[in-house]
């Protein structure tokens, strides 16, 4: 089980890689052999930290149950970016790099964007 102070851990060396750079996010959750503690997901969808380099954030899940809960994550968590739930990663990558382009065109190009589908 991930707790709150493991995912804090986590989030401070994402941020400390990331520098100043705002990034679309692809949360792959069908294949975590770890289980997100419900604080640890509120920590994650609320970190100031992390907010300060989402430009967008794309969750992958391959059960119903996952879908439905993710979706009250987002919406219960008042998320200030886009987000959106897929069932694979293929529509996920799709509308990551759809978004990023339509919404930043002087920052990206589809060649800056690598994103890998199934």
Known sequence: ????R?????LEVIHHFLGNRELPFLIDLTTSES???FD???KWGQS???NDHRLVEAYVVNNL??????KQHIRLNK???PAMVFQG??????????YTINHNPSRYSHKQIKMTTN
């Open 1 to 4: 089980m991930i707790d709150s």
């Open 6 to 10: 493991m995912i804090k851990e986590h």
């Open 35 to 37: 289980v997100l503690s």
């Open 40 to 42: 640890a997901l509120k």
């Open 48 to 50: 100031e930290l992390l």
């Open 65 to 70: 149950a996952d879908l439905i809960f993710m």
């Open 79 to 81: 998320i200030q970016y």
């Open 89 to 98: 990663r293929k529509l996920a990558n799709e509308w990551l790099k759809s």
